[in-house]
């Protein structure tokens, strides 16, 4: 369960991490803008077109009286936008995605150089990536569209259609979400699209507390397009955690011992000798209780020649001395 507050905590930092560099938020507003757009249209279509749309599916249903005609075409018109939202939600991201593939690789590249230093790279020209994206996102979309199937089949089924069916619909479209998301960071590594699904499945937990709300987030119009360069920050922090990379920080915490054996401005010389304490007794080191040398244990600050205490002002010949 701890993965499930991780992959939230991803989420929440990638929006920390946008808005704190203004430049990337606004940077990678723009293909998600143009994606909300075109999908703005076609739900209005559907809007206008959906009763039409279950009136052609249904003709065996002309002939009967009511309230049973109303009731299976409402309810089918329901599950009909139930569907649409579903597929909106994961088809949004894989579009916006591939409109957005040169803005979201330079945020993804921005947020690792800022992480660990160095941001890697796939070395493929943006035609192959451009490729790649696409074939990926569309083996995505084949296998929403089979759980979509399902689910919508499962939706008929008294009390489970109305509870059940809806929350794994949302797990299903948070996990597939956050794959789509780490794979702009992954495919710069040379991860494949089956590697990438087995790091999730390993992590199922973590990629659903980072999808899940995210999907919920979707829902609401336009605030899609306000997350989604967060997202993308969000998801190559993850993928750095998938792949056992270690940010900046974390590494200045590993080697923090090393760094503070010459800390005083020393070489670090002698360390692990013996010192000399009072009276020209020596000092032996003492075990640090979890085995690791005590950096501190053998410098002797205070072991430096006094620069006044062979002085001898006082010794020269005074002018009346015999």
Known sequence: MRDIGAGFGYLLQGQKWVFGHGRWFGF????????????????????????????????????????????????????????????AVITFTAVTLLIGQPFYESLSEAVDRAEGGEAPESGRPLWQELWVSARDSLRVLVRVALYGV???????????????????????????????????????????FKERLGLLRGRR????????????????????VLLMPGAVAGATLMARDLVGETSADEDEDEDGDTHGEDGNGGSGEGQGRSGTGAGGHPVQPQPHPYGQPNPYQTQQPYQQANPYQHQQPYQQPGPYSS
Do not use: K, N
């Open 150 to 192: 399902l689910l919508f089949a499962a939706g008929f089924i008294p009390v489970v259609g109305q509870t059940v069916v809806p929350a794994l619909g949302f797990c299903v479209s948070g996990f597939f979400l956050t794959e789509e998301l780490t794979a702009v960071a992954l495919q710069r590594r040379d991860v494949d």
């Open 28 to 87: 990678g507003l723009l293909p998600g803008l143009v994606t909300f757009v075109l999908y703005a249209g076609a739900f209005v279509g559907l809007f206008y077109g959906a009763d039409d749309l279950t009136a052609w599916a249904t003709p065996f249903a002309d002939d009967w009286g009511s309230p049973w005609q109303g009731l299976l075409r409402g309810t089918l018109t329901f599950l009909v936008f139930g569907l649409g939202l579903f597929l």
């Open 205 to 224: 937990t973590l990629a659903l507390g980072f999808g899940v709300p995210l999907t919920l987030f979707f829902l609401v119009p336009f605030i899609a």
